[in-house]
T-cell receptor, first 114, second 115 residues
Framework: AQKVTQTQTSISVVEKTTVTMDCVYETRDSSYFLFWYKQTASGEIVFLIRQDSYKKENATVGHYSLNFQKPKSSIGLIITATQIEDSAVYFCALITGNTGKLIFGLGTTLQVQP | DPKIIQKPKYLVAVTGSEKILICEQYLGHNAMYWYRQSAKKPLEFMFSYSYQKLMDNQTASSRFQPQSSKKNHLDLQITALKPDDSATYFC??????????????FGEGSKLTVL
């Protein structure tokens, strides 16, 4: 069965620093896709970044980047130069099948303080 | 302007009643989804539709019935409501369904409370 685990319930950082959020996943598929989404305080869920399992290079979008360690089934999210508005809940998600089903982790709450 | 419209944003229902959650997307996408978010649970996949055809159904109960009258519509009918159905229901869409779904775009959610 597929599973996504985010062990960090919450993280607090000072703005302009770098934060890493952990995510490990389980799948028997050899080809899969990994995503990070952000849910703001208003409840809005927004796509951030994606990693394809067959790509060795870590994905980077703006101040978001990934630390993809395939042998460890790990996909960490790195946010550099954090801003107050980065405060949100961050979800890791996995897709393997061909029905568009995303499997989400429980999420990590990030609080960025001045 | 929101590209995925969900109505209503909030609703309160009594146990045993029936409600319909409306979802329309204006992104020109071919695949649509319903997810549920309950307290202390991960976002939970419910249904996926591609070109108005059901791709996957992960709900254990037939009380949840998606309805797609148009390509950009995917409503969710919930019958015989129970307090455990209380959750925020998110509609989402993507360009295409399948394995390489790409990013999902989510609506703002419909928060259902069943008393």
């Amino acid at each position: 069965a597929q599973k996504v685990t985010q062990t960090q319930t919450s993280i607090s950082v000072v703005e302009k620093t770098t934060v890493t959020m952990d995510c490990v996943y389980e799948t028997r598929d050899s080809s899969y896709f990994l995503f990070w989404y952000k849910q703001t305080a208003s409840g809005e869920i927004v796509f951030l970044i994606r990693q394809d399992s067959y790509k060795k290079e870590n994905a980077t979008v703006g101040h978001y980047s990934l630390n993809f360690q395939k042998p460890k089934s790990s996909i960490g999210l790195i946010i550099t130069a954090t801003q107050i508005e980065d405060s949100a809940v961050y979800f890791c998600a996995l897709i393997t099948g061909n029905t568009g089903k995303l499997i989400f982790g429980l999420g990590t709450t990030l609080q960025v303080q001045p | 302007d929101p590209k995925i419209i969900q109505k209503p944003k909030y609703l309160v229902a009594v146990t045993g009643s029936e409600k319909i959650l409306i979802c329309e997307q204006y992104l020109g996408h071919n695949a649509m989804y319903w997810y549920r978010q309950s307290a202390k649970k991960p976002l939970e996949f419910m249904f996926s539709y591609s070109y108005q055809k059901l791709m996957d159904n992960q709900t254990a109960s037939s009380r949840f019935q998606p309805q797609s009258s148009k390509k950009n519509h995917l409503d969710l009918q919930i019958t015989a409501l129970k307090p455990d159905d209380s959750a925020t229901y998110f509609c989402a869409s993507s360009q295409d369904g399948g394995r390489d779904t790409g990013q999902l775009y989510f609506g703002e959610g419909s928060k259902l409370t069943v008393l």
